[in-house]
């Protein structure tokens, strides 16, 4: 009895020790990033003081992403080529110090937009391979301890926290001197450091690369040829595709309404709260029904909210529209997220899901920088821009009818009596 006492402790013990890691990671790795917490600050920096337009604004925020749209060659290096004899903690250590070092750097460099661009590209580059590694680690502790729904469900939630969070928080440190941001994000991200090097027990492994690169170019090939995964991410795509008005918004916001840094973050708390609430319903009801109809209905909601911001035009609205908004857009996303999991080839897991998240960062953040160099080269209005987002985003609609009935047939419950047949289908 003692003995299987003891056996049921380990794996307790391991996954606890596994959680505090996860949550360090998706904590650090999400709330730092510039594109979250330094957002607000940022964009505050370039149009108050270096005086850019929304173009140059939204141009900045799209290269510095660059990093994490080349996120799937970040899985194919740290699985074939193990650090100093293992494939997670000495990249999640080496790269949260880089990164948090990099962060120290921002706070001394001029505040010029190609010397801030350069080194923000930096930040995200160290983040982007921390941000795998633990992905990785999270993926393969599930799988030894069998936790696969306890640590999804704390990644989840450590996010839509993160969400919550930023808020309030950039909106503070918008409207104080930009050092404090840096030195904020710097501390965060530092946080994974000591975590990682108290609760991350990885054994030691000598793999041979070139057998591990010789099944990556398999993999390759299989992703290649995955037929329903490229109509998922063809879906995700026309959906993200839609011209964008994220920093147009920014701009309406000081520019018209006069809405202070905090004002603005409290609006993305009312937005990152309807967010969670989302959350939680789509976890009720992808149970109750298909993917085929939680993906119509939840793009439609989404369309339908966001044609709201055509109304934008004081704080009671503005909180309104940003709550409506930040629910139906939420729920979008999950539906979306819902299908690139299923679409995923076996075997290809990490790589696979990789490439779609890819695809949806490379359009969001691409079509925000095309929608507000509609307003200032071609004088295209907000209310304008507002319309062809919300049409563009409507005519994906139809599309998912188009995918194959096996993945979208069923729901969340039925997936796992339906698993051989799809298995064989996504290969």
């Not at 983040?127 to 393969?140: D, F, W």
């Not at 011209?243 to 701009?251: D, E, H, V």
């Not at 679409?343 to 696979?352: C, D, F, I, K, Y």
Request: net charge positive.
């Amino acid at each position: 009895m003692a003995a299987a006492s003891n056996n049921r402790q380990g794996p307790d013990k391991s996954l606890t020790y596994a959680a505090l890691v996860i949550v360090a990671g998706v904590l650090a790795t999400t709330l730092a990033q510039p594109q979250v917490l330094a957002r607000l600050p940022l964009q505050n920096l370039l149009k108050n003081e270096l005086h850019t337009d929304r173009t140059a604004n939204a141009a900045f925020f799209f290269w510095a992403g660059l990093a994490w749209y080349l996120k799937p060659f970040a899985g194919i290096l740290t699985d074939a080529f193990p650090l100093f004899g293992n494939r997670r903690k000495s990249y999640i250590l080496i790269s949260a110090t880089l990164a948090a070092l990099s962060w120290l750097a921002l706070m001394v460099t001029p505040h010029e937009y190609r010397g801030l661009l350069f080194v923000v590209i930096v930040i995200n580059t160290f983040m982007m391979i921390a941000s795998t590694a633990v992905g990785g680690y999270m993926v393969e502790t599930a799988q030894a301890t069998s936790g696969s729904g306890r640590l999804t469900a704390i990644r989840q939630f450590i996010q839509q926290a993160c969400f919550v969070i930023n808020g309030p928080a950039a909106g503070y440190l918008a409207s104080i001197a930009f050092s404090w941001t840096a030195a904020a994000c710097g501390g965060i991200m530092f946080m994974l450091v000591p975590v990682t090097v108290l609760f991350l027990n990885e054994q030691r492994k000598q793999l041979d690369s070139r057998e591990v690169l010789d099944n990556a170019r398999r993999r390759l090939v299989e992703i290649g040829t995955a037929r329903t995964m490229w109509a998922a991410a063809g879906l995700m795509a026309l959906f993200y595709i839609a011209p964008g008005f994220a920093t147009a918004l920014f701009y309406r916001q000081q520019n018209e309404l006069h809405f202070n840094t905090q004002m603005q973050g409290f609006l993305q708390l009312i937005a990152g709260v309807c967010g969670t609430l989302a959350a939680v319903g789509y976890g009720v009801l992808c149970r109750r029904l298909n993917l085929r109809t939680l993906l119509v209905c939840c793009m439609l909601l989404a369309t339908i909210a966001n044609f709201g911001y055509l109304f934008y035009s004081s704080i009671a609205r503005a909180q309104a529209i940003e709550g409506l908004n930040g629910f139906g857009y939420t729920l979008a996303e999950l539906a979306l997220m819902d299908l690139a999991v299923r679409s995923t080839p076996a075997g290809s897991e990490g790589l696979g899901f990789s490439i779609m998240i890819s695809v949806r960062n490379l359009a969001l953040f691409g079509t925000d920088w095309f929608g507000s160099n509609l307003l200032d080269q071609y004088h295209l209005s907000f209310n304008s821009l507002v319309i062809a987002n919300s049409a563009t985003t409507l005519i994906a609609v139809p599309f998912v009818f188009l995918l194959p009935r096996l993945v979208v047939a069923r729901k969340e419950a039925e997936i796992y009596e339906a698993a051989p047949m799809l298995k064989r289908a996504l290969e």
